[in-house]
């Protein structure tokens, strides 16, 4: 697909430009109105058929939870093995479309693979994650991201003393949930470890509160975020895919958040981390 297409749609996708402007530009790309309507199933998210994991899986308990936080009550979803006993605990930080399908099957194929995963909806500090992909997206854009950081710092200590917990807790954020974890980073030093897919650094100056591993992804032709690697803000343990542009993590292909496949191994280097 064009580059400039891509390009279009990750400036749409994180706000920068109207869904008018968006499918105006779209339409001159293409060609035309029809050429550019065409276009958007191809582009556009579709979270039945990438979901890995049944939301009725037979292998999992499903519950949802809430927690308080200095910016309010936080619901959330949780997800772990059906079998009792204590183990390490992921939480998912979810991207500018709040807690949405593809952020509730990443957190049963964590707790497929046995972690208790716990999915916050942070944007429970507007009044919740809508069911519509665009209003979702557009309640973000008006929530201060400082308020959701903060909602999101406080998921740490609740999943720290949740009962199945066994006391090691990592995070996992996806483009806006990415920079939100890096945050988390700074200030939870008890965290065991970070993946970041597609996250906004934080400022060389708070880098050395980080104590826990990170795992850092970043696109070759990411220019919106990429172009803060460089400032100081960087660690080692980073991961660069060549030639790849910002890809919406949903399911199976060439998105890199696929925790379930190949290019999703970074996720299960982590795994030992979070059990020691």
């Known amino acids: 697909m064009d580059q400039r297409i891509i390009n279009l ?32 199933p191809l582009l556009k998210n579709d979270y039945a058929q990438a979901a890995i994991v049944a939301e009725n899986d037979a292998r999992l308990a499903v519950d949802r939870v809430s927690y308080d936080s200095p910016k309010g009550r936080i619901n959330g979803y949780l997800a772990r093995p059906k ?3 204590k183990r390490p605990v992921v939480i998912i930080i979810q991207e ?59 998921a740490v200590p609740f999943m720290l003393s949740h009962a199945e917990s066994n006391g090691n807790v990592g995070v996992v954020g996806f483009c806006f949930g990415g920079g939100v974890a890096n945050r988390i980073a700074a200030e939870r030093p008890d965290l065991k470890a970070v993946v970041v897919y597609y996250g906004l650094q934080i400022p060389g100056e708070q880098v050395p509160a980080i104590r826990a591993p990170l795992l850092l992804h970043y696109a070759e032709l990411d220019q919106r ?14 991961a660069a895919f060549a030639g790849a542009a910002h890809a919406e993590p949903v399911g199976r292909g060439e998105h890199l958040a696929d925790l379930g496949g190949e290019r999703g191994q970074h996720i299960s280097a982590r795994h030992g981390v979070i059990h020691e």
Request: charged residues 25%.
């Open 9 to 40: 749609y990750d400036s749409f996708t994180h706000g920068d430009i109207s869904r008018r402007d968006f499918l105006d530009r779209l339409a001159s790309l293409t060609g035309s109105t029809t050429a550019a309507v065409a276009l958007l």
């Open 83 to 85: 079998a009792k006993g």
């Open 96 to 154: 500018n479309r709040g807690l949405n399908p593809h952020i509730q099957d990443i957190a049963r194929r964590l707790a497929v693979e046995g972690f208790l995963a716990f999915a916050p909806d942070l944007l429970s500090v507007s009044g919740g994650t809508p069911p519509d992909e665009d209003q979702a997206r557009e309640l973000h854009a008006k929530t201060d991201p400082k308020d959701i950081t903060v909602a999101a710092v406080a």
């Open 225 to 238: 975020v990429d172009h803060g690697v460089d400032n100081g803000a960087e660690r080692p343990g980073g």
